[in-house]
């Protein structure tokens, strides 16, 4: 997405502006659904019988970078670089 985010919004005909709304609108849905969803359980009580490579393999393999509101920052950012180093 880097790379390649300037061709993707002229194949998708949107501006730096459209998708920096879009990218609110999400963020904002996802901060509203962070607000309402209920409280997680306690870590200890939910890692029941796992060893801890099996609890540490989530948030090694799902970036928390890489969410909807991620990817439309990496798209406007990477159409903004007149050239790649």
Do not use: C, W
Not at 27 to 48: C, F, I, R, T, W
Request: hydrophobic share 55%; aromatic share 8%.
């Amino acid at each position: 997405l880097v790379f390649f985010g300037g061709l993707l919004m002229k194949l998708l005909h949107f501006t730096p502006g459209a998708a920096n709304i879009a990218g609110g609108i999400v963020l904002l849905l996802l901060a509203l659904h962070m607000l309402v969803s209920p409280g997680k359980e306690d870590h200890h009580e939910k890692a029941g019988g796992r060893s801890p490579m099996q609890m540490a393999l989530y948030p090694l393999a799902v970036p928390y970078m890489l969410n909807p509101a991620g990817i439309a920052v990496l798209i406007i950012y990477s159409s903004d670089i007149s050239s790649v180093l």
